[in-house]
């Protein structure tokens, strides 16, 4: 019942996206994240175009218990390194500073991801001003980084959340 009920109201959400963007309607994105050296936070993240704003769902485990861990989109998408630095900086085609949502930020500047006492992070949010190659900052090809470190939104360029703890490439789905 609980199944079906969350099938419905997904339907209902597809059903209501009749105004999607032209080229980015319904695509899909997934990055499977694993962890950099030495660590263990690994897990799935989906992306989904919904109208012009991005959805995006992450399950993320072997986190620090309890914690709050910085989550990022960085511009390259490539996890060759062993400590994540190959992903390079935040995502940010238009040249904006780091930051939250609700401010001025960076394309690839995204909600923190937070810890249950057994180390795992269910998250689920929209992001504005990205696309999944619908025209705004695509970010398909692009990196996406979990930090051991709290995203402070406020340090340039990189909201000082630390080393990079799993890495993983956006790929299309
Ligand atoms: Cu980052
Ligand atoms: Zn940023």
């Known amino acids: 019942m609980k199944t ?8 209902l ?8 963007g032209a080229g980015g309607g319904g695509a899909r994105a997934v990055a499977s994240l694993e962890p950099t050296q030495g660590n263990s936070a690994h897990g799935a993240v ?7 704003r991005v959805h995006v769902v992450a399950h993320v485990m072997g986190l620090k218990p309890g914690a709050t861990h910085g989550f990022h989109v960085h511009e390259k998408g490539d996890c060759g390194s062993a400590d994540g630095m190959s992903t390079g900086g935040h995502f940010n085609p238009d040249g904006h500073p780091h930051g939250p949502q609700s401010a001025a930020h960076h394309a690839g500047d ?19 001003g990205v696309s999944l190659g619908g025209g705004a900052p695509d970010l398909v090809g692009k990196g996406l980084i979990v930090h051991r470190d709290p995203d402070d939104y406020t340090t340039q360029p990189t909201g000082n959340a630390g080393p990079r703890i799993a890495c993983a490439v956006i790929r299309r789905a």
């Open 46 to 52: 989906t992306f989904t175009q919904r109208g012009d």
């Open 13 to 20: 959400a597809a059903a209501g996206c009749s105004s999607m």
């Open 4 to 11: 079906f009920a969350w099938m419905a109201a997904a339907a």
């Open 110 to 128: 995204m909600p923190a991801l937070v810890a249950d006492a057994y180390g795992t992070a269910d998250a689920a949010f929209d992001l504005a």
